[in-house]
């Protein structure tokens, strides 16, 4: 694992996450009539709002294409969808051009071998609890949640206490 004191997350101005195996647990159930289910967590998604209101972004960079992807995303008011991206790094350069944004200023978190790439490039990789061993040895950080089960929720705020903005953004629920 990389060491996580070399990073300074004060730095990260972007959280990006793949989806599958991030926000969901990595299953994909298909009703009779072809209808894709997932299931995302309210503590990550109450975790993206309070990211938002610190004034910082959010991208999601999918291997797959999916409706429900696109209405969560939608949900979350994440302004940047890449999917499918077969070739993940291809989306994140095309993020970073979007954006006029360094990758040291990003953080990315993953659970797969197609995450390596950006884990590798951005200024905090982090992988879920539940990733795959090549991507964790790639990682500046490894939740100790699964995907799906508020590992996203995990790494906001350990990011936001480690730059001081958790403080305030606690206010509002200490009144």
Known sequence: MTDIKKTDLKQIKLLAMDVDGVLTDGT???????????AFHLLDGHGIRMW??????TAMISGRESVVTKQRADQMKISFLYQPCQK???????????????????????????????????G??????????????HAHYITSRPGGKGAVREVIEYILKNTGKWTELMERYLV
Do not use: W
């Open 28 to 38: 994909v159930t298909l009703g009779s009539d072809g209808t894709e289910y997932k």
């Open 124 to 137: 905090f990789g982090i992988a879920v609890a539940n990733a795959v061993d090549e991507l964790k040895s």
């Open 52 to 57: 938002h209101r610190a004034g910082l972004q």
């Open 88 to 122: 993940k790094l291809v989306c994140f350069e095309k993020l970073l051009a979007d954006l006029q944004i360094e990758p040291s200023s990003i953080a990315y978190i993953g659970d797969d071998v197609l995450d390596i790439p950006i884990v590798k490039r951005v």
